[in-house]
């Protein structure tokens, strides 16, 4: 998805930090925060293998995971289908699910990006052949 306007509706603060900050700007892996008491991460990883990797969620923030260079597969699974393996850490505000389910994949290159809500499970970080270096936002937008 490209649509940028979905995240405008969700966070004006976090669309305009996304838009006139970070894409096409080489902005230095850190986390930013927002007024509204979100934050943004920027990000740099080398992407895993699916047995290397868990379904994750969170409770006081909707996630938006824009890929900014290269590539990765993102899982997505209701949480009714995830059986808990870590328990809520509300430090930060991340839960920890079993592998038991594949989930429905989702490939995201440049520009794509996903939005999480706290009851979609998700898996992210994925390679799509082998692990390769992906540049990534994660914007931490709370729960109204």
Do not use: W
């Not at 706290?118 to 992906?134: A, Q, R, W």
């Amino acid at each position: 998805m490209k649509d940028y306007e979905k995240i405008k509706e969700l966070s004006p603060e976090a669309y305009d930090f996304l838009t006139q900050k970070l894409l096409g700007k080489n902005m230095p892996v850190g986390v930013y925060p927002l007024e509204s008491g979100g934050q943004v991460q920027v990000q740099e990883y080398k992407t895993k293998f699916r047995k290397d990797a868990s379904f994750e969620s969170h409770k006081k923030f909707i996630d938006v995971q824009v890929v900014l260079e290269g590539k990765e597969i993102i899982s997505t699974s209701a949480l009714g289908d995830l059986e808990v393996e870590i328990p809520y850490n509300p430090d930060r505000d991340i839960i920890f699910y079993k592998k038991t389910v594949n989930g429905v994949d989702h490939y995201l290159e440049a520009g794509d990006f996903l939005i999480f809500r706290p009851e979609d499970g998700h898996l992210p970080s994925l390679c799509v052949d082998e692990p390769s270096t992906v540049r990534k936002v994660v914007i931490k937008i709370p729960v109204a």
